[in-house]
């Protein structure tokens, strides 16, 4: 999978003769959340500036991996079968797959998300939500902690209204290609910590 990544590969559901799948795709074009240029609904700015949410990062993988998967069994596509639970997991326990949780006031787990890292290059997979913008709000939480490890490359791999409200872009899989080589010959810093240091309401314009 790691090798799969450092190529511009990922596993993605298909569909044929009414089942679902897992191929390996490159797309083309390719979606990227430019990690210098986000934008942020202003209902999400609100939210995050009366401390709606909380973050942190990496401190109940399996639980955000599991809440993913649900995702795709209630939208009848549950392509994150068991082996690949597994992989990823076993990505994560090598230091190779991370991910944002949003808790609210109260303290309990409401969104997240995860993804794959690969140099400077981060891809995210899939995410969640149980409460209204909590997905959206971990988009913020995983662009403040990109920048502030240094990744200089977030792979999102195909746009949706979702990300594009966050300026998602495509361009071509040739300059997505040259971009993540150039990521790759970098090792970003991870945050001592799974408490968010960054202040999430900064990271970007209102839209």
């Known amino acids: 999978m790691l090798d799969a990544y450092r190529h511009g590969i990922f596993p993605w559901p298909c569909r044929w003769a009414d089942q679902w799948f897992v191929g390996w795709h490159s797309p083309d074009p390719r979606a990227i959340l430019p990690l210098d240029d986000v934008r942020i609904p202003k209902r999400l700015q609100r939210k995050l500036r009366a401390g709606h ?19 795709g069994v209630r939208k009848e596509n549950a392509w994150l079968c068991p082996d690949l639970l597994d992989a990823i997991s076993s990505l994560h326990r090598s230091g190779d797959a991370h991910c ?13 998300l995860y993804g794959i890292a690969v140099g400077a290059a981060f891809s995210a997979e899939s995410m969640f939500h149980l409460q209204s913008d909590a997905s959206k709000a971990a988009v913020c939480g995983l662009v403040a902690v ?32 040259v971009a993540l080589q150039r990521a790759l010959g970098k090792q970003p810093s991870w945050p001592a910590t799974t408490e968010h240091p960054i202040p999430i309401d900064r990271i970007g314009a209102e839209d």
């Open 100 to 112: 944002i949780e949003v808790y609210d006031r109260d303290g309990t787990l409401c969104g997240g």
């Open 53 to 71: 949410f909380r973050f942190r990062w990496n401190s109940c993988f399996d639980s955000v991996l599991q809440h993913c998967a649900s995702v």
């Open 146 to 177: 990109l920048r502030h490890a240094g990744f200089e490359l977030m792979d999102i791999q195909q746009t949706s209204p979702h990300l594009l409200a966050f300026g998602a872009v495509e361009i071509d899989r040739c300059d997505y290609l």
